[in-house]
């Protein structure tokens, strides 16, 4: 099955930007329903974006317009490109992979103050 490790998160100001990315194994990502999700302590994990095998995406309302999807399936990486980020934003940030049965990477921290 495929194995994901995200990278590109840190700290960073409010109305700053950051570009997550996320290598997968194992598998090849166009055969994947693939998304970004976020989780804060004492709060469930919840879905930021998302974009099918066809390149189709969706968002959440929150990060609407702010927040861009791709993905690369020559590279097999997914991407998570944040612009205008706020303090609520900040959460260990997730990719998953979904074809049925999801597959998590490790997730990675993002922090905006």
């Known amino acids: 099955h495929v194995q994901l490790v995200e990278s590109g998160g840190g700290s960073v100001q409010v109305e700053g930007s950051l570009r997550l990315s996320c290598v997968a194994s194992?598998?090849?990502?166009?055969?994947?329903?693939m998304g970004w999700f976020r989780q804060i302590p004492d709060k469930e994990r919840e879905g930021v974006a998302g974009i099918e095998s066809d390149g189709s995406t969706s968002y959440a309302d929150s990060v609407k317009g702010r927040y861009t999807i791709s993905k690369d399936n020559a590279k097999n990486t997914l991407y998570l490109q944040m612009n205008s980020l706020k303090p609520e934003d900040t959460a260990v940030y997730y990719c998953?992979?979904?074809?049925?049965?999801?597959?998590w990477g490790q997730g990675t921290q993002v922090t905006v103050s």
């Open positions: 998953a992979a979904d074809s049925g049965a999801k597959y």
């Open positions: 194992g598998d090849t990502i166009s055969r994947y329903c």
